[in-house]
Nanobody, 121 residues
Framework: QVQLAESGGGLAQPGGSLRLSCAASGFTFSSYAMTWARQAPGKGLEWVSAIYYDGRSTDYADPVKGRFIISRDDDKNTVYLQMNSLKPEDTGLYYC??????????????WGKGTLVTVSS
């Protein structure tokens, strides 16, 4: 069955960096788009970033554009989120999700359990 396992969360200072990983299994990873989303304390789910099946197209939410970088390694069945210049408002539970299709226009159908990111001095 499809499994997504996020890791790499933790405590970071404002201006610092973290790299999240999402290890995937149970499907042909290289055929599907992947997405990162987050949920801040007391708020709803927010889409953060997505990457096409082939890695050639990526997209970012405005609050993270220019600071976060999404990438994928199909040999390792893993998608990454490099987070730089972190801000306290980046605090939240970060989820990765599998796309329904090879692009990220069709939504997501499987989600991981999340990894917690806390940005605080």
């Amino acid at each position: 069955q499809v499994q997504l396992a996020e890791s790499g969360g933790g405590l970071a200072q404002p201006g610092g960096s973290l790299r999240l990983s999402c290890a995937a299994s149970g499907f042909t990873f290289s055929s599907y788009a992947m997405t990162w989303a987050r949920q801040a304390p007391g708020k709803g789910l927010e889409w953060v970033s997505a990457i096409y099946y082939d890695g050639r197209s990526t997209d970012y939410a405005d609050p993270v554009k220019g600071r976060f970088i999404i990438s994928r390694d199909d040999d390792k069945n893993t998608v990454y989120l490099q987070m730089n210049s972190l801000k306290p408002e980046d605090t939240g539970l970060y989820y990765c999700a599998k796309g329904v299709y090879s692009d990220y226009l069709g939504g997501m159908d499987y989600w991981g359990k999340g990894t917690l990111v806390t940005v605080s001095s």
